[in-house]
């Protein structure tokens, strides 16, 4: 059961504040200049709230059914749910006609199975919702059953929308991963094949997508709510993570297969459309430790491969290239855009209008945000047909997976590979071999056992998958010693510590004749 924060009378008193705030509005009343006004193409151009309430639930031949979506997803910047939940009671109980009334259901429908977050924890919701409820005709239940088996279900936790492996249902088979040779993972570079790092950085990333919120990505919360600063965390992490794959090693036809495996990861992931990943990869290839090191790139093999990236996610004109793949498959085939597309749009949309017109809600803005908005959930709708491997989707969240900082990725690069040849010989001192301290609040289901029978499989007989229950969702990389990083670059041998010979203690002059003493009279 979820936990509530608030009392029962706090709950009330929310209620009966927005109901005061609503007090004085009437429905079904002329339209004037003062609450709303049309465009050129009768589209509503800016209006009040509770007239866009009404139009969304009207009953008219003239009916707009897309209002519906873009008030849902746009609402969040000048309004509460509890506020928008008092506007539809009022609509339903003071409506005289039947189609008036399956419209606030089918509105609420539409409300509980789209944006399911705003019910979660949210008891204020459901209690209006019951006194709609109990206060129907037995022929004016309409779609009332459903919307209260949704809000029942979200309420107890009994559906996780957001389950990080789902199975289409259709007659293709997910994809069978490729399993590496031993259960402990050490070093995903060199025990993971290019394929399956590709498939379970996908599938990460789909579930981190699909948990992006929409009232994260409204100018109320500066477009960086939590689920997008998580997504924006998790891009920082994995781009720091290739670089300093790359800069652990020092041999130079061994750090250059490690950009060619980085290069087919990227490649794999362009193939299953997730472009996030392949900026990930990128971002950390031109990382100005790994871009400076000329003579590594030339023992890279991949180098067309490489280029022919660049161009598909080339931010010239926009990044016109990707939104033209994008554009052809949304709604059909999984994939994950890069979301700096997105935020880059919404700021711009943001900029482009005020919120409140002459005391009116802007809504021509708010329109082209819900699209975008409804983009963003749409491409999180089709999931990927990919199965965790739990050694390895734990190995890539974990927090003793070796991240450096970008100081110490840039000191350690210039002493690998000087900019003059020179002979490498002893790491300077005042390189910091440290971890930065970073933490990463994943989401629970991440890391938790899922109860989907398919992510699991067999190997020799035997359960290869495990995972220990519920975890800790947040991380903490810890700042660790130095001392077996420089061990690692300085290539020697550490000189092994004596042991120090215990010191014998001295005995006072008083002592040596009371010792004498007892041994003359054991004689």
Same mark, same amino acid.
């Given at each position: 059961?979820?936990?509530?924060?608030? #009392?029962?009378?706090?709950?009330?008193?929310?209620?009966?504040?927005?109901?005061?705030?609503?007090?004085?509005? #009437?429905?079904?009343?002329?339209?004037?200049?003062?609450?709303?006004?049309?465009?050129?193409?009768?589209?509503?151009?800016?209006?009040? $709230?509770?007239? $866009?309430?009404?139009?969304?639930?009207?009953?008219?031949?003239?009916?707009?059914?897309?209002?519906?979506?873009?008030?849902?997803?746009?609402?969040?910047?000048?309004?509460?749910?509890?506020?928008?939940?008092?506007? @539809?009671?009022?609509?339903?109980?003071?409506?005289?006609?039947?189609?008036?009334?399956?419209?606030?259901?089918?509105?609420?429908?539409?409300?509980?199975?789209?944006?399911?977050?705003?019910?979660?924890?949210?008891?204020?919701?459901?209690?209006?919702?019951?006194?709609?409820?109990?206060? @129907?005709?037995?022929?004016?239940?309409?779609?009332?059953?459903?919307? $209260?088996?949704?809000?029942?279900?979200?309420?107890?936790?009994?559906?996780?929308?957001?389950?990080? /492996?789902? &199975?289409?249902?259709?007659?293709?088979?997910?994809?069978?991963?490729?399993?590496?040779?031993?259960?402990?993972?050490?070093?995903?570079?060199?025990?993971?094949?290019?394929?399956?790092?590709?498939?379970?950085?996908?599938?990460?990333?789909?579930?981190?997508?699909?948990?992006?919120?929409?009232?994260?990505?409204?100018?109320?919360?500066?477009?960086?709510?939590?689920?997008?600063?998580?997504?924006?965390?998790?891009?920082?992490?994995?781009?720091?993570?290739?670089? #300093?794959?790359?800069? !652990?090693? +020092?041999?130079?036809?061994?750090?250059?297969?490690?950009?060619?495996? =980085?290069?087919?990861?990227?490649?794999?992931?362009?193939?299953?459309?997730? &472009?996030?990943?392949?900026?990930?990869?990128?971002?950390?290839?031109?990382?100005?430790?790994?871009?400076?090191? !000329?003579? #590594?790139?030339?023992?890279?093999?991949?180098?067309?491969?490489?280029?022919?990236?660049?161009?598909?996610?080339?931010?010239?004109?926009?990044?016109?290239?990707?939104?033209?793949? @994008?554009?052809?498959?949304?709604?059909?085939?999984? /994939?994950?855009?890069? $979301?700096?597309?997105?935020?880059?749009?919404?700021?711009?949309?943001?900029?482009?209008?005020?919120?409140?017109?002459?005391? @009116?809600?802007? +809504?021509?803005?708010?329109?082209?945000?819900?699209?975008?908005?409804?983009?963003?959930?749409? +491409?999180?709708?089709?999931?990927? !047909?990919?199965? =965790?491997?739990?050694?390895?989707?734990?190995?890539?969240?974990?927090?003793?997976?070796?991240?450096?900082?970008?100081?110490?990725?840039?000191?350690?690069?210039? =002493?690998?590979?000087?900019?003059?040849?020179?002979?490498?010989?002893?790491?300077?001192?005042?390189?910091?071999?440290? &971890?930065?301290?970073?933490?990463?609040?994943?989401?629970?289901?991440?890391?938790?056992?899922?109860?989907?029978?398919?992510?699991?499989?067999?190997?020799?007989?035997?359960?290869?998958?495990?995972?220990?229950?519920?975890?800790?969702?947040?991380?903490?990389?810890?700042?660790?010693?130095?001392?077996?990083?420089?061990?690692?670059?300085?290539?020697?041998?550490?000189?092994?510590?004596?042991?120090?010979?215990?010191?014998?203690?001295?005995?006072?002059?008083?002592?040596?004749?009371?010792?004498?003493?007892?041994?003359?009279?054991?004689?």
């Amino acid at each position: 059961m979820p936990k509530y924060n608030c #009392t029962f009378d706090e709950h009330i008193k929310r209620i009966i504040a927005a109901e005061e705030k609503f007090k004085s509005i #009437t429905y079904d009343l002329e339209d004037t200049e003062s609450v709303i006004c049309y465009g050129e193409d009768k589209s509503i151009r800016k209006s009040t $709230l509770y007239k $866009l309430v009404e139009k969304a639930t009207s009953s008219l031949a003239s009916f707009d059914i897309w209002i519906v979506n873009e008030l849902l997803l746009s609402y969040h910047d000048f309004a509460s749910p509890v506020e928008l939940m008092v506007l @539809l009671y009022k609509r339903f109980v003071s409506a005289s006609k039947i189609l008036v009334k399956m419209r606030v259901f089918n509105m609420l429908r539409r409300w509980s199975k789209l944006i399911t977050w705003d019910w979660e924890n949210n008891i204020e919701l459901a209690m209006i919702y019951s006194v709609i409820y109990h206060s @129907l005709e037995p022929d004016e239940m309409f779609h009332a059953p459903t919307v $209260l088996n949704n809000v029942k279900y979200i309420l107890n936790g009994c559906v996780d929308i957001l389950a990080p /492996c789902v &199975y289409w249902g259709d007659t293709e088979e997910p994809h069978i991963p490729e399993l590496p040779p031993k259960s402990k993972i050490e070093n995903l570079i060199n025990e993971v094949s290019a394929l399956e790092l590709a498939r379970q950085l996908t599938q990460i990333e789909s579930v981190l997508w699909r948990n992006i919120k929409p009232w994260d990505c409204i100018s109320k919360n500066n477009f960086s709510g939590n689920s997008v600063v998580l997504f924006k965390n998790h891009f920082n992490r994995i781009s720091h993570w290739v670089a #300093t794959e790359i800069c !652990k090693v +020092f041999d130079k036809k061994e750090r250059a297969s490690v950009v060619d495996k =980085f290069i087919d990861i990227a490649m794999y992931c362009n193939q299953f459309h997730n &472009y996030n990943g392949v900026m990930e990869i990128l971002g950390g290839l031109t990382n100005p430790a790994v871009f400076r090191m !000329k003579s #590594t790139f030339k023992y890279v093999r991949n180098k067309l491969e490489l280029e022919s990236l660049k161009e598909v996610v080339s931010e010239v004109d926009g990044f016109s290239n990707m939104r033209k793949i @994008l554009k052809e498959i949304i709604g059909i085939e999984a /994939c994950i855009p890069y $979301l700096g597309i997105y935020l880059s749009d919404l700021v711009r949309v943001d900029a482009g209008g005020l919120k409140i017109i002459d005391g @009116l809600i802007n +809504f021509t803005k708010y329109r082209r945000i819900s699209s975008l908005i409804e983009e963003i959930i749409e +491409f999180g709708s089709v999931p990927y !047909k990919f199965l =965790f491997v739990v050694n390895i989707r734990d190995k890539i969240l974990s927090p003793f997976l070796q991240i450096w900082s970008d100081d110490t990725l840039f000191n350690t690069s210039v =002493f690998i590979e000087p900019k003059h040849g020179k002979s490498r010989g002893d790491p300077p001192k005042e390189i910091d071999y440290h &971890y930065p301290n970073v933490m990463i609040p994943y989401p629970s289901y991440l890391l938790s056992k899922s109860p989907n029978p398919l992510e699991y499989a067999e190997r020799d007989g035997t359960s290869y998958y495990s995972s220990s229950g519920k975890r800790s969702v947040t991380f903490e990389i810890p700042i660790r010693s130095s001392r077996k990083l420089k061990k690692l670059l300085s290539n020697r041998k550490p000189s092994k510590r004596r042991k120090k010979k215990p010191k014998k203690k001295s005995r006072s002059r008083s002592a040596k004749l009371m010792n004498d003493r007892r041994k003359s009279a054991q004689l």
